[in-house]
């Protein structure tokens, strides 16, 4: 007798996502998550009053389904911060600009604008489902980000601009990011300018109450009494006629089939019977997670906005890679976001956390003046040590496993099925593509009893 039609390993947006659809359609459906809470990489709280998402937040045009779950839900959304100077920091040295394009000598511009341009125009000839067919493919993921980088920009502060970017967006370097993925990652968002900007782009609005709301309200909708927290689960046993799914305190699932909705790495901590093919069981093994630590400084006012900065910074130099206003939507609780993105985030925890607390404050007080050295709160989140996510924002694929492994990323193998932002079609590694993906396995068990 079967538990439920269909079992959900992981609770994230995305395993949310794919029992929510088939809930609506009738069928029986249990959803397991290791931790003792939902969301998984949308992880909302408070600071002294002030919401925050430790993990993602934005969301954006060319979005369609988060923002049609977010009305389906009865949640709403509201725009991103974005008045007021920017600043970038190159080298030690600040400069202040309006708008998306920072200032810079224009020589060093064109040299960022032609790697977008290289970049945007390799993406766009990729098919979106199957970046790992086209016919450079082999070639691209032989080649890290760096090959572009060192290629094409000559400049220190261009190549420390992009640095910049590359750490906020994927959690990474650039020698680490196999060309392929980039580009994928870039095809599958539309643009580099969509993943860059704010306006018009997927910083353009947050998500009242919190990004987890939806994860939270998707919980609710399929039932809380489906949806089973501190269940991580170790083994799936498939046969002809189901799946039993056991968690690590030795509680057994039956179903007719499993979708698996855990950050691909994480995928080869559970043990499969029969064992996976090689290509999927090595694709776990190969993929590893970014590394992020978000830092939000509470404030008794919002003192970056009366000096008419927007609160966005960008540093090349490190440990912080951007900050942004993270006031509340009316602007009256103060409060500041801090993003430290690749090596920098792997090695935060090596600091004290009294020392992390005095370099984050000092970069504020640097960008937006000595007003940032009087907090009245501050905390952290370091993904890096998060047990049953292992890092943020994204799963890196590192040079020779998206040519060679990436047609196992979404292709059932029985009566087992992948979901999770990293094997979305459309806004990989986004809140968006998390939804995409719970949504299309979710119309892959639909389809196939
Ligand atoms: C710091 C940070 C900033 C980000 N910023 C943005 C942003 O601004 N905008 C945006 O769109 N995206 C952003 N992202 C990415 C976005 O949050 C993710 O793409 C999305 O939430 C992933 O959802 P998911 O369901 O695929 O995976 P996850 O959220 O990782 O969910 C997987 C779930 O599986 C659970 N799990 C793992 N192993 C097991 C197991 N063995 N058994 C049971 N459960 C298990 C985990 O606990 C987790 O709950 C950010 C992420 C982070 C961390």
């Keep these: 007798m079967n538990d439920a039609d ?8 995305a395993g949310l996502s794919a029992a929510y659809a088939p809930k609506k359609r009738g069928a029986t459906v249990l959803v397991l998550e290791a931790q003792d809470h939902v969301g998984g990489r949308t992880w909302s709280g408070q600071l002294e009053g002030a919401e925050v998402d430790w993990g993602g937040e934005w969301i954006g045009e060319g979005q369609p ?45 064109i040299q960022i604008q032609l ?29 890290t980000l760096e090959s572009i980088r060192s290629r094409f920009m000559w400049s ?33 968002a539309g643009s580099m300018n969509n993943l860059i900007s704010t306006e018009a782009g997927f910083q353009h609005e947050r998500i009242a109450g919190g990004a987890q709301s939806v994860s939270l309200a998707m919980a609710k909708a399929v039932g809380e009494e489906h949806v089973r927290l501190s269940q991580p689960v170790s083994a799936i046993v498939q046969d002809a006629s189901g799946v039993t799914v056991t968690s690590a305190s030795g509680q057994s699932y039956r179903a007719k089939r499993a979708i698996v909705a855990v950050p691909v790495p994480l995928g080869s901590q559970i043990s499969f019977s029969p064992r996976l093919p090689a290509l999927r069981q090595q694709l776990m093994q190969r993929a590893y997670m970014g590394g992020a630590v978000k830092c939000f400084v509470r404030y008794e006012n919002a003192f970056w906005r009366e000096k008419g900065f927007s609160g966005e910074a960008a540093s090349g130099d490190g440990p912080v890679s951007v900050t942004f206003d993270q006031c509340s939507e009316d602007g009256k ?19 004290a956390p009294d020392e992390r607390k005095q370099i984050v404050i000092e970069r504020l007080a ?33 040079t020779g496993t998206l040519s060679i492994h990436g047609a196992s990323l979404r292709e059932p193998i029985g009566r087992i099925h992948w979901a999770g932002t990293e094997t979305a079609r459309q806004c990989m590694g986004f809140i968006e593509g998390a939804v995409e993906s ?12």
């Excluded at 609780?333 to 600091?351: D, E, N, Q, S, V």
């Design 6 to 13: 269909y079992v959900i390993i992981g609770a994230g947006v």
């Design 65 to 109: 389904r988060i923002y049609a779950l977010i009305k389906e839900l009865g949640l709403r959304t509201f725009p991103t911060f974005d008045t007021g100077k920017k600043i970038l920091e190159l080298r030690g040295q600040l400069s202040t600009y309006i708008g998306t394009i920072p200032w810079m000598a224009p020589w060093k511009l």
């Design 115 to 143: 790697a977008i341009w290289i970049i945007d125009a390799w993406a766009k000839g990729l098919d979106m489902a199957l970046p790992w067919n086209h016919r450079n493919a082999p070639e691209w993921d032989t080649k």
């Design 156 to 188: 220190a502060d261009a190549r420390a601009t992009m640095d910049a970017a590359i750490r906020t967006i994927f959690g990474s370097e650039s020698g680490e990011l196999s060309l392929l993925h980039m580009l994928a990652y870039v095809r599958s």
């Design 333 to 351: 609780t103060a409060c500041m976001l801090a993003f430290i993105g690749g090596k920098f985030a792997r090695t935060w925890h090596r600091y």
């Design 366 to 398: 640097k960008y937006f003046g000595p007003e940032a050295r009087k907090p009245i709160a501050y905390a952290e989140l370091d993904w890096c040590g998060e047990q049953f996510i292992g890092g943020a924002p994204i799963a890196i694929f590192p």
């Design 438 to 449: 719970g949504q299309r396995a979710a119309d892959e068990v639909l389809s196939a009893d």
